[in-house]
């Protein structure tokens, strides 16, 4: 088959899709704009929703609090002025037992922490118990006998063997000498501060942040799969706890993007409560670093993004761009074939213009396809991309005199780049596409149609922290798992915190 008939057929099939491209897109259009006005009712009923979780679940760790702090004192409604309903659990026995209405003494749905609902003794697979070393009036020593009023602690954790629960319990003795009853003392560094542990909180934010489960969907999953109960409010806790632990190690990735010598950028829009901002991604060879912004301006990009301006940018023709020296910048083919492709549907010279662009566009790939599988050497690729240059720049700049509507001002931009669509012959490891940021951000749109973006600042660092730690991983060939229960389990002083950048 002589390259003109290729060409040809290559343009015959770009010219299908893309009309399937833009029929799909229309649609989407229409559908958005519907979606927009249930997003925006369907975000502000979220709110309330969190809210009021996250009220709920801050008055039972208050309560957990205060439960150990009286404790500490040694003071509950038995030798205290304390109402016997500031008592803690397990202290109940002699207050008056008072009829509740079918709920249960402690956790009611939508709490957790101290005031979770206990499970049985069988449902355990290990115990710890403590007990008193001496009397807390007169120092006698004291035998280790259980009591069947022991403070209970339960610990959920998660590894590949499945779900195992460790109940703690705090007995307290009689004194064989003077009758008084001491506790054993609750100990921070034996008795887990969190119910849930490593493995299960990785497990939860692997749901909710990087399989994009709904909160509610990521509950009753973990009901069905593991038998494990939680709430919707302890999932958010869980994700705030881990946005908290994983920020510094997602903002030594950030920092590796910046100062990356080739970097792909891509952006879209991503709604919070239902207002539109802005959402970026910067790719390296090593990192894919995700970032939600007030706004895809220039200065915010500058400020907030990239900081400092290094490195060669690989990019569409975004304006907002246009503060990154041209000769730094490689503007990508793949959106420049796009917008060819749709110059050469027109008719009379627009058309005629679009086919000549497109030819060269195919030599483009042409030579670049051969140098990537080595059928041509660097010094080729230039030598026989040079020619291509001054054709193409030629074409434009003829284009932009022929005054043409919605296609010379098009040309005339594309020449305003025109340092920047050749970088890639010269500049090793520089690509002609910004595919690979473009196939990064994708997962994120997806994500996006389904959520309808967050809800919150908070909701907007979890799903850019979690979306880093993702994509990284996953190129680099690592298990996203794995590195989220390391974040999460307690480190010796002194320890750095998992690098996202270990393997590179
Ligand atoms: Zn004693």
Known sequence: MDAGAEIDELRAQLAARDSDLAARDSDLAARDSDLALRDAHIAR????????????????????????????????????????????????????????????????????????????????????????????????????????????????????????????????VACPSCGHETWAKYDPNKIPRYPFGPGLMAAVVLLTGVYHLSRRRAVRLLWELLGVRMSVGAVSRIEKRMSDLVAPTVDEAVEHARAAEIKHADGTSWYRAGVMVSLWVLATAAVTVFKVLPDGQGETLREKLFIKVCGVLVSDRATALKFWAMKRRQICWAHLLRKFVSFSQRDGPAGRIGEELLGYTSIVFDYWSSFREGRLSRAELIARMAPVRLHVEALLERAVAKDIKGLSGSCEDILEHREALWTFVERAGVEPTNNHAERELRAFVLWRRRSFGSQSERGDRFAERMMTIAHTLRKQGRSVLDFLVACCTPRPEGEPAPSLLAAS
């Open 45 to 172: 009923l979220e709110k309330q929703l969190d809210r009021a979780l996250e009220q709920l679940g801050r008055v039972a760790e208050l309560e957990a609090e205060l439960a150990n702090l009286r404790e500490l004192l040694g003071r509950d409604s038995s030798n205290s002025n304390k109402p016997p309903s500031s008592d803690p659990p397990g202290t109940g026995a002699k207050a008056p037992k008072k009829k509740k209405k079918g709920r249960r003494r402690g956790g009611q749905r939508g709490h957790d922490g101290s005031h979770r609902e206990l499970l049985p003794p069988e449902r355990m697979d290990a115990f710890e118990d403590y007990f008193p070393c001496e009397c807390a009036r007169c120092h006698a020593s004291l035998p280790q006998i259980p009591h069947p009023g022991a403070k209970r602690y339960q610990h959920t954790d998660l590894d590949r063997d499945g779900v195992f629960r460790t109940e703690h319990r705090r007995h307290r």
